[in-house]
């Protein structure tokens, strides 16, 4: 597709339950990033990969986040055992080949542990 | 660590001015620096991505400059119109690495 597609759009999740977000880049676009947004301007870099080979994690808490893109499927960020300190839009981009691009968003997912 | 500052914060401006936005960044050993867009509850739009070999880009009423030795960037907005209302940020990506560093971002506000 022309552009980054997110979904779902929001996801109401209660404390220790299992949350799974999806993402599929641009048509083409080789890298894929997963951002998270705590506070109204604060963007943390969770995640990137390069196809499906993780890029780099250093963003990553891995106790309970993980993520996958798999081959003809939407990329995915699964959060195990949710604590309302997850609560945030996370955001995926893609850009092209270099990965040193243009990096192109998709409108996010907002996730809200109760 | 590569930390990145906007200022303003907040930035009221009547319809038809010129601004600017600043940003500035601690490391100046970056790749590039692209300026952002978000509008509420949306995603970012990108607007202009400067290299570090580049001094400035344009598209439309924006400009964007880049000053890499002292860490600056501003974000020119000619003739501001309403709908230029958002939030700005800015980003860097480190020389060797391939995530963004966002800056704080500015809420522009452009009054009709």
């Known amino acids: 597709g022309e552009e980054v597609a997110q979904t779902p759009k929001h996801l109401v999740r209660g404390e220790g339950q299992k949350a799974k977000l999806y993402c599929a880049p641009i048509k083409g676009h080789s890298y894929v990033f997963w951002y998270q947004q705590v506070l109204k301007n604060e963007f943390k870099f969770l995640i990137s990969f390069q196809n499906e080979n993780v890029f780099d994690e250093t963003g990553m808490p891995k106790e309970r986040f993980s993520a996958k893109c798999l081959p003809n499927s939407p990329c995915s960020l699964e959060i195990q055992a949710t604590k309302l300190e997850d609560s945030a839009v996370y955001f995926c981009a893609s850009s092209q080949s270099t990965g040193r691009e243009k990096l192109f968003f998709g409108s996010g997912t907002q996730l809200s542990v109760l | 660590k590569q930390e990145v500052t906007q200022i303003p914060a907040a930035l009221s401006v009547p319809e038809g001015e010129n601004l600017v936005l600043n940003c500035s960044f601690t490391?100046?050993?970056?790749?590039?620096l692209q300026w952002f867009r978000q509008d509420p509850g949306k995603g970012l739009t990108s607007l202009l991505l400067i290299q570090s070999s580049q001094r400035e880009q344009t598209s439309g009423r924006l400009n964007a400059s880049l000053d890499k030795s002292s860490g600056r960037s501003t974000l020119y907005i000619a003739a501001s119109q309403p709908g230029d209302s958002a939030t700005y940020l800015c980003a860097v990506r480190q020389t060797g690495a391939n995530n963004l560093f966002f800056g704080t971002g500015t809420r522009l506000t452009v009054i009709p």
């Open positions: 490391d100046s050993a970056i790749y590039n």
